[in-house]
């Protein structure tokens, strides 16, 4: 059916108007002629002769072949402009696609074709758009893309060399024998050991958040208790909350809080947020982690009381090797990397998670579907 009608529209439509334009304008000439001859025979007298004799002409040429072509071409005259007039807006919305495309096809993606046209010229003065809309928004992606490739290699290149320089340094000291005793043999041993594990975390994250991100993990879901999973890691916690001096206060919903989901990935994200918890809020003496039933949803809440996060970096916070700038200096063995990671988990199981922080206190709000 539509193509029938795009067939009427661009091929018989055309024909129609050409030959009503036709039609108008021999009609327009004959009735010239028909004048002309009215006041060549009736008005004769009254008309001055230059213009008796030019009528004469003018009638005398349509007696002969030269006459016909020349009627011809006056009609021809009369005919395209009227042709042109009924096909105006087809042509002016033909001719602002080719002109817009031709800008568009230059580099230019921020143009929009405009045409005052109602039928498929305008649903393919739309199309284009909505195609030059998509390549604009995919190349935008791609040059964030790369940026973030860009930046990614930069702070990888950096993550890495640090450790890594202090390595090959103390190995080098060592090799040299540059040391005084076995004591300071054995001190530097253990900070080139130290370094090297801090490689290793580095280099694993690094292998786990890119997976994540390209889809190749497979969730090995279960069915749990929420309520006791978070019970177990806060059990598991216990000796580092005693190393830092920092106290864990739980608030657990008396719900069960059943989720189905992959318990290895799900102790992994809330192991990434005891820890920043640790590092960033044992100014604080205390955290705080609190779960609660919201509709189908639990809501688990990991507090801690340390330094506000500056607004300006929250929206940061999930980002692969993003520090607030005051600790990217600290040498607390971490890779950058902790909070992407358990985004990208929390995300797996289709969940959220969000951060607030003020001077009192910064929280980690989690959710995921209850069964």
Same mark, same amino acid.
């Given at each position: ?45 009254? =008309?001055? @002769?230059? %213009? ?10 349509? !007696? ?15 005919? $395209? ?14 001719? *602002?696609? $080719? ?6 096809? !230059? ?5 929009? $074709? ?23 928004? %995919?190349? =935008?992606?791609? @040059? ?14 950096? &993550? ?22 076995? #004591? ?29 991100? +390209? +889809?190749?993990?497979?969730? &090995?879901?279960?069915?749990? !208790?929420? #309520? ?15 190393? *830092? ?8 919903? *008396? ?5 189905? #989901? &992959? ?24 955290? &705080?982690?609190?779960? @609660? ?6 809501? =688990?809440? %990991? ?42 988990? =929390? ?18 709000? $989690? ?5």
């Amino acid at each position: 059916m539509k193509n029938k009608k795009i067939l009427f529209e661009y091929a018989f439509k055309p024909v129609i108007y050409f030959l009503l334009s036709m039609i108008i304008g021999s009609g327009f000439i004959m009735m010239i002629y028909s004048q002309l001859t009215n006041m060549y025979f009736t008005n004769y007298e009254k =008309i001055p @002769r230059i %213009i008796i004799n030019m009528v004469g002409i003018f009638l005398n040429i349509k !007696n002969n072949y030269l006459g016909d072509i020349i009627y011809l071409i006056l009609i021809l005259l009369i005919v $395209i402009p009227i042709y042109l007039l009924l096909m105006k807006k087809k042509i002016n919305s033909i001719s *602002e696609i $080719i002109n817009t495309t031709n800008i568009m096809a !230059n580099g230019d993606l921020n143009q929009t $074709i405009q045409t005052e046209s109602k039928d498929e010229i305008r649903e393919l003065a739309n199309n284009i758009n909505s195609i030059v809309s998509q390549l604009r928004n %995919i190349t =935008i992606e791609e @040059r964030r893309a790369q940026q973030t490739k860009t930046d990614l290699i930069t702070n990888v290149s950096h &993550d890495l060399r640090t450790p890594l320089t202090s390595i090959i340094g103390y190995l080098g000291l060592i090799e040299e024998d540059k040391y005084k005793d076995e #004591v300071e043999l054995r001190y530097y041993t253990t900070i080139a050991y130290e370094k090297s594990k801090n490689l290793s975390i580095l280099i694993n994250d690094l292998f786990e958040i890119t997976k994540m991100q +390209n +889809n190749t993990i497979k969730l &090995d879901r279960i069915d749990i !208790n929420l #309520v006791e999973l978070l019970g177990q890691i806060v059990s598991q916690f216990e000796y580092e909350f005693n190393q *830092e001096n920092i106290k864990v206060r739980t608030d657990f919903s *008396e719900d069960k809080l059943i989720v189905n #989901v &992959d318990p290895v990935k799900l102790v992994r994200a809330f192991e990434n947020l005891i820890n920043n918890a640790m590092k960033y809020g044992s100014d604080g003496k205390y955290i &705080d982690i609190e779960t @609660r039933k919201q509709d189908n949803m639990a809501i =688990i809440k %990991i507090i801690n009381y340390g330094e506000q996060i500056p607004a300006l970096d929250l929206p940061h916070v999930f980002e692969r090797f993003y520090r607030v700038e005051k600790s990217r200096s600290r040498n607390d063995g971490g890779s950058g990397l902790g909070l992407a990671i358990t985004k990208n988990i =929390i995300d797996l199981h289709d969940g959220s998670i969000k951060v607030e922080s003020n001077s009192r206190s910064t929280i980690f709000e $989690i959710k995921l579907k209850l069964i």
